[in-house]
Every structure is written in structure tokens, then in C-alpha cells.
């Protein structure tokens, strides 16, 4: 196998097949060079990965290497160069050279440790059959970008490990008309619907898909809709064993969907709040910042008064704690009765950080009780997007 590469082409390649494992054990890319592209399959504990990008292929072949430690090396290169990949059968490492460097003297070169094909590495149990993807009545085709931003909406609040109350993953829904993510980690939740037009069984799909795999669909959705051009539908398919199957562009991802009954977060979705008022989403921001700083590292709680014009905020101080404190407000658009309500500032900033609407609308209930409600204004009449947080007694 012999070829010339961007290194941008490839650290995004390999960026992406990172993804897929888990901290420890292996993490071997399988290259594989074709007629004018090289692909890469890569395979974790319950994702597996196929993704490819042009290449100027002068002798096609295979080779299995690590690709953490090479990854770390390539992304210190100038983006805007040229690699030559050669491997040839029987060689115990696979070389990497820079060929545009000048002077040749200062080329640098890696030597990435070649391994045999490990027998049922690389999508033993996930690698979908060729035509499961296209049967009838297991397949659905969607825009990529209402689904990148239902990810990208809902992922902060995706549990890292199951508990009574939670699930780790997010719920994807498709149907006929629209598609959407909700997430919930126990202390709040995030729901994102979009309409779209989504070609499949009329009865939809509902799966509850990985926090691991969910990164790696980001990526692919990412790389899909930064390439030139006109950014390909993504098809979705539901294959045995309770797998699922994504395919966008040249780049596929199959997952383990994740076990466990979902919470029903419509049972948790207020219908009404007493107090609803907007807010400056940046002078939101700067001033929380500001105000964290000063609560419990562990928990940073911080107090919201809410009173004729002004929402005040300020940090709570446990034991133990320096007595430095900090005091701030900012000005709302309210003239009702005063509330208060205690808050997570992690989560608050979190919104506000991927919000990007200029106002933001808060509402909770006065007493607090229930969750508070973060939504952003002027967002179009075909998305739903709502952000509760569960308030923190103080």
C-alpha cells in the first residue's frame, strides 16, 4: 500500500475513529486503500466505524495500526501538507513521510506500529450485513442538519451511567414529520423537535442511543455538513439484535442500542409558570461567569432573586468556604411579584454558552417548585426546544 494524503484529510479521518473507543483496550484503525480512496474501520466495545476520503492511491493494500499516539503526532504537522502512507506486507510499522517539506532534510516521518488483522476485531457483532440497510421497513431517510442540532441541543444533559431515574443515552424519535432528541441526567432535561420530512414506516422510531455513540454521530453529521457541496441525507436503520445503523456520505456508524425504559418526560413538562421574563443571553452569561466563581466548587449553587426589573444573583457559600463573595444583577423585562429559586450555575451556563438567540426566556414558579425553564426566543415555529433545570434548596 503506497498513497498521498492531506494531513487535514486524515487527522479528521482519524479524529473520528477515535471516537468509537473506549479508554482502555484497543484502539487499531484498519486502513485500506482503494481505487482513489482510502478508508478507515475502526470497531469499540459497542460502536463500529467505516468512514473514507480521497486519496491519491499509486498501490492499493491494508494495514491495521494504533491510532492515539500517531493522531497526536499528525496534529502538530502543518494542516496544509502532504503525507506519503507506505505499507507493505510483512513490515512491522507503517510509514509516514511529509513529501512538501522543505529542506528535505527537515522531513519529518513516523513510524506507526503495524499489527496483524486481529480475527473479529473490526465489526465482528455491529458490522451491518450490505443489504439490511436497504430492506423494506427497516429504513428511514432525514436531513442531517435538524438531527446534528437535536444532538448538539440536548447532549450536556445525557447521563453518563444509568441510575433508577436515568438512562445513559438520549431518546431519538423520528416520525413522518419530525425528528428530535430528549436527554435527562436526574437534575434536568433537554427536549429538541424539529419538523422535518422523514422518509420511512409511518409508525416513526424510537431508540435510545449511547452518549459515546452520539459524540461519534456528531462528528460524522459535522464532517457531512462542513464538506462542499450540498450536505447528503442521513439514512437511519433499526437491524437485529436491537443494533441501529447511520449512514451519511461516505462515512457509516452502527451502535448497541441502550437497554432500560426511558423516563417519560412529558409526566415532568410544567404546563404553566407564574413568572416569565427575558433576559440579555450574553450579559446573562458574563455576570453568572463572574458569580460562580465564588460558589462551592462541587456544586456551584448559586441564588436567583427575581424582583421588579432586576434578576439578582448570588453564589452560595458552604462550610468551609473563603468569605470573598460576589453580588450581581441584570436587568428584565418583569414587573410581578419577587421569586427566588436556587440553581446548578453549571447548567445554567451550559444553555446559555450553545444558545445563540440574543434574549432568552426564563420561567419558574414562585414558591419555587417544579424545575425552572430555559427557552431561546425567536426560534422558528417549526422547533420545539425546551431546557428545564430541578431548582437546589439553599
Not at 25 to 52: C, I, K, P
Not at 80 to 105: F, I, S, W
Not at 135 to 160: H, N, Y
Request: aromatic share 8%; glycine share 8%.
Amino acid at each position: 500500500m503506497e498513497l498521498s494524503i492531506g494531513v487535514q484529510a486524515l487527522v479528521a479521518e482519524l479524529k473520528l475513529a477515535s471516537t468509537v473507543f473506549d479508554d482502555q483496550g484497543f484502539d487499531l484503525v484498519r486502513y485500506e486503500a482503494g481505487d482513489g480512496t482510502l478508508s478507515f474501520s475502526a470497531s469499540g466495545s459497542s460502536l463500529w466505524l467505516n468512514s473514507a476520503c480521497e486519496a491519491d492511491v499509486l498501490s492499493t493494500g491494508t494495514a491495521v495500526a494504533r491510532v492515539r499516539r500517531p493522531l497526536s503526532y499528525l496534529e502538530l504537522l502543518p494542516a496544509d501538507k502532504t503525507l506519503r502512507l507506505k505499507y507493505e506486507n510483512g513490515d512491522t510499522h507503517m510509514r509516514m513521510r511529509v513529501v512538501d517539506a522543505t529542506p528535505a532534510a527537515q522531513t519529518p516521518t513516523l513510524q506507526a506500529e503495524a499489527f496483524k488483522l486481529p480475527q473479529g476485531l473490526f465489526g465482528a457483532d455491529l458490522e451491518p450485513d450490505a443489504s439490511q440497510p436497504q430492506a423494506a421497513g427497516v429504513r428511514w431517510s432525514l436531513p442531517a442538519e435538524p438531527l446534528l442540532e437535536a444532538i448538539r441541543r440536548t447532549f450536556m444533559c445525557v447521563a453518563s451511567e444509568g441510575t433508577r431515574y436515568t438512562v445513559p443515552g438520549g431518546q431519538l424519535v423520528m416520525t413522518p414529520e419530525k425528528v428530535g432528541m430528549v436527554s435527562t441526567d436526574g437534575h434536568r432535561l433537554s427536549r429538541y423537535f424539529r419538523e422535518a420530512a422523514v422518509e420511512g414506516p409511518a409508525g416513526g422510531h424510537v431508540s435510545v442511543i449511547g452518549r459515546q455513540a452520539l459524540a461519534s454521530l456528531t462528528g460524522i453529521l459535522s464532517a457531512a455538513a462542513a464538506a462542499e457541496g450540498p450536505t447528503p441525507p442521513v439514512t437511519v436503520a433499526a437491524l437485529g439484535n436491537d443494533r441501529i445503523f447511520f449512514e451519511c456520505g461516505p462515512r457509516r456508524l452502527a451502535c448497541q442500542q441502550v437497554e432500560g425504559k426511558f423516563p417519560d418526560h412529558q409526566r415532568v413538562m410544567p404546563d404553566e409558570f407564574q413568572a416569565n421574563f427575558e433576559v440579555n443571553r450574553l450579559e446573562f452569561y458574563r455576570v453568572l461567569r463572574r458569580v460562580a466563581l465564588f460558589a462551592e466548587k462541587r456544586t456551584p449553587a448559586v441564588r436567583f432573586d427575581l424582583d421588579d426589573g432586576r434578576l439578582t444573583m448570588t453564589p452560595h457559600i458552604g462550610n468551609g468556604q473563603l468569605a470573598d463573595t460576589s453580588k450581581e444583577s441584570v436587568k428584565v423585562d418583569f414587573g410581578g411579584e419577587p421569586a427566588a429559586v436556587g440553581l446548578n450555575a453549571k447548567y445554567v451556563l451550559e444553555f446559555l454558552e450553545q444558545a445563540r438567540s440574543p434574549q432568552v426566556l426564563m420561567s419558574l414558579n414562585h414558591p419555587p417548585r417544579g424545575s425552572v425553564q430555559l427557552q431561546e426566543t425567536g426560534l422558528p415555529k417549526d422547533t420545539d426546544y425546551r431546557y428545564l433545570i430541578m431548582p437546589i434548596r439553599l
